[in-house]
Structure formats: C-alpha cells, structure tokens
C-alpha cells in the first residue's frame, strides 16, 4: 500500500519515482520475510509446547518400563571392583590424580555432566576387564573421554586428538589415541551405553519443583563418590537418590513423600556418603565454587564447619571423666590413621590368587601399540612405545603419582541423626 501510494505521488517528471519505488518495495518484501519467519517461529513453539504435553501425558503410562530398563541396563553395565583390586601396577591411590586430570578436561571443553560420570564408567569396565599398565592409565581416561563425548556429548564440543595430545604434554601419539579408544571399544563389544547417575537423578526431581542448588549440590556428592573405592560397584540408581537426600538434608530442604520415586533411597548409602565429603578434590572444589553451581561447595564447606563446633560442644559440655577412671585405648583403624578418607592404596595382590579371580588379558603392548593400521604385519618405525614420564608431570597437567595425596584425618566426626526416616548427620 505504502509503495503503491508513494509511486502514485512521484509519478511526475522528477526521475525519481522509479529508484524510490524500488526502496519501498524492497522494504515491502522485507516486511512479508519477517512475517514468514515469525509464523514459522510460532508453529515451532507450538509443535515444542504439543510434544511436551504429550510426553507428560504419556510419561504416567511409560515411566515405570523406562526405569525398568534403565534398571537392567545399570546392573549390566556396572564395572567389577575385585577385578581391578587384581591389577598389577594401577593401584588405587593412583585414581584421585586421573579424575583430576578427566574433571579439568570435562570442564575445559564443557561437556555435559552425564560425559563425566560416562567417561568412568567406561574407564571402570575396560580396567575390570584388562591388565592396564601404570604408563598407559592416563592414555585409557583419554581414550574414554573421547568415546564418551562422541557418544552423548554435542558434536561441536567433542575434544581432537591435537586437543588431548597437548594435555598430556605430547606423552602420547596421535596413533596411540587412536587404537586405545579402538581398543576400548572392542573390550566393551561396542556397549557404551550406560544409564549415569544424572540421568536417575533427573527422574529424581522430574516432578518437584525446581531446584538447581539442590541438583547442584547432588552433583558435587556424586562426583566426590567416583573417588572412592567403595562407590565403584554400587548401582547408579542407588548412589543418585542417597546423593539428594542428603544434599536435601544438608540444605535444610523437606524430603520426599512417600509415593515418590526420590523417597526410595537407601539409609545405608546416605551414611556412606556422609562420610565422604570433608575430603573433596581440590580441583573439584573449585569447580563448583563457582556460580554456574551456586557455590555449593563454599555452603558444603559452611555446613561441616558449623558440623565440627556442634561436635566440639558437645564434646566440652560432657561430665569429666572422675579420677583413677580411664578409658579403654581404642586402636585407629590403619585406613584412617594412614590414609584418612581420601581413596586409599590396595594391600598388594598376586597376578592370579590362589582361590581367586583368573588374571585379565593384558593391555596390548609393543605388538598391537606401535604398528602401522594399514599393514598390521609390520612394524610401524615412526610410532614409538608409550613413553614413561620421568620429568613432574604437575609442569603441565597435574598428573602424578605421590604419596602426600593421602589427606590427614579431620579433628571432627559426624554425631547420629536421630529421624525415623533415615540416618544421617547434623
């Protein structure tokens, strides 16, 4: 109409109208493609909004087969603790510095959080199942994180070989990240999948109102637990309702009803938990120190403070021992007096026990690492062996193995939570 008006108006001997027509019509074509992509705007809007009322009115019917399944899928795939306890050179106290090392490279290349608890999972398996030696440990996180990130990860975020190889200060050649994570992949016969602690976590808090310090702080508890020996072999069903029940606790948060899926943690591993969060990863800590998890480990450290004085004066308030009393001297349990809470160092295991697990086949060396992938028969000159780090690898990324991880034990203890529902701290 504008354009239409305009030409009418400009239809004397001026020269113009034709150049200024051309501006409002293109104008005009402008206006008719905003208008185009705004319908096709809503009509996706409205296909999101249908899809969504959809799934949560099928959600009642489904939900029940779909933790079923993810039920089976979890026991399926949990990793084998005692068969890694028969390794003969990763030792326990070697864990803490590999997650280290996987937790800043999750959070370098901001993978999706389910990546992580995937990335060892994975690692967990492929060890249950192969010798793995000391020099190669970090090269199998690699690999892991990359099959991870493929798997369930954006495609944009996937880290590259170059990206990897730089971590690792160049220990590793491009070849060896590529046959590990081949490797891997064969020794799980393909079988990736695995239902994380997030993914029941999320089923957890589907129908409550949402929380993000509560979920963050479930996180946090988690991701302390894949530290520790003790949460290897436990279902990830399992690790993620005690995980929000005690972060609920923590937070000052009511629990669960009764009829909820949240309400079927176990008490058990709640305690369990408990005990594991006055010794977090320093690399850990200051992930979620920040405010894209609302700071939840600053509130954790605030609440275990508040924890100690409330033991302290308890301690001071009880009545004086009388005189000639003395108490029974009560033994420090070794992991406690050697290691503290942190992930302790395996007592020594033969190769193969004399009543107990066959040894895994060995993680190949020299005859599979260093061979040329297109003649598999000859040696391949420009592919050395894995190389052992001999300089401190803490120059670059943080990755050694010391002694001094092990943590002296806190001065306070967690007092019995009297609650009919469960145990826990306060």
Avoid at 26 to 52: C, D, I, P, Y
Avoid at 84 to 94: A, C, G, L
Avoid at 239 to 263: D, F, N, T, V
Avoid at 395 to 406: A, E, L, M
Wanted: glycine fraction near 4%.
């Amino acid at each position: 109409m504008a354009s239409r008006m305009f030409s009418s108006l400009g239809s004397g001997d001026s020269g113009y109208d034709g150049g200024i027509t051309e501006v409002f019509e293109f104008e005009t074509s402008r206006a008719k493609f905003n208008h185009q992509e705004h319908a096709r705007e809503v009509a996706r809007q409205r296909q999101h909004m249908l899809a969504g009322e959809l799934s949560r009115l099928d959600a009642g019917e489904y939900q029940q087969d779909i933790l079923d399944h993810m039920m089976r899928m979890d026991a399926d795939t949990l990793p084998d603790v005692d068969s890694i306890d028969i390794q003969t050179e990763i030792q326990w106290y070697m864990r803490p510095y590999l997650l280290d090392f996987l937790v800043e490279a999750h959070s370098a290349f901001q993978l999706l959080p389910e990546t992580l608890f995937l990335t060892v999972n994975i690692l967990d398996r492929y060890c249950s199942k192969r010798v793995v030696y000391k020099r190669h440990y970090q090269l199998v996180g690699c690999a892991a994180l990359l099959v991870a990130a493929k798997y369930g990860d954006k495609k944009e975020k996937v880290p590259t070989i170059k990206e990897l190889k730089s971590m690792c200060c160049s220990l590793y050649d491009d070849d060896m990240f590529l046959q590990m994570e081949w490797h891997v992949l064969s020794t799980l016969d393909w079988s990736v999948g695995h239902p994380t602690v997030d993914s029941f976590l999320k089923l957890a808090v589907k129908d409550s109102i949402p929380d993000p310090e509560t979920e963050n702080l479930a996180l946090y508890i988690l991701e302390m637990g894949l530290f520790h020996r003790e949460f290897v072999s436990k279902q990830s069903s399992t690790l993620a309702l005690a995980a929000l029940a005690l972060s609920k606790h923590i937070l000052g948060r009511p629990q669960a009803r009764a009829s909820e899926y949240a309400s079927r943690y176990c008490e058990t591993t709640v305690v369990e938990l408990s005990q594991k969060l006055h010794q977090p990863s320093e690399i850990l800590s200051r992930k979620y120190a920040s405010g894209r998890y609302s700071g939840v480990s600053r509130i954790l450290n605030t609440f275990l403070v508040d924890q100690a004085a409330l033991a302290a004066a308890a301690a001071a308030s009880q009545r004086a021992p009388s005189p000639g009393h003395s108490y029974a001297s009560v033994s420090k349990s070794p992991y406690i007096e050697q290691y503290g809470y942190t992930t302790p160092q395996k007592p020594q295991f033969q190769s193969t026990m004399q009543h107990g697990y066959p040894t895994p086949p060995i993680t190949p060396e020299e005859e599979h690492f260093g061979k040329d992938p297109r003649n598999h028969s000859a040696p391949n000159h420009y592919t050395p062996i894995t190389p052992t780090p001999t300089a401190p690898m803490s120059q670059c990324s943080g990755f050694d193995y010391r002694d001094d991880y092990r943590a002296a034990p806190p001065s306070w203890v967690f007092e019995t939570y009297h609650d009919s529902r469960y145990t826990g701290i306060v």
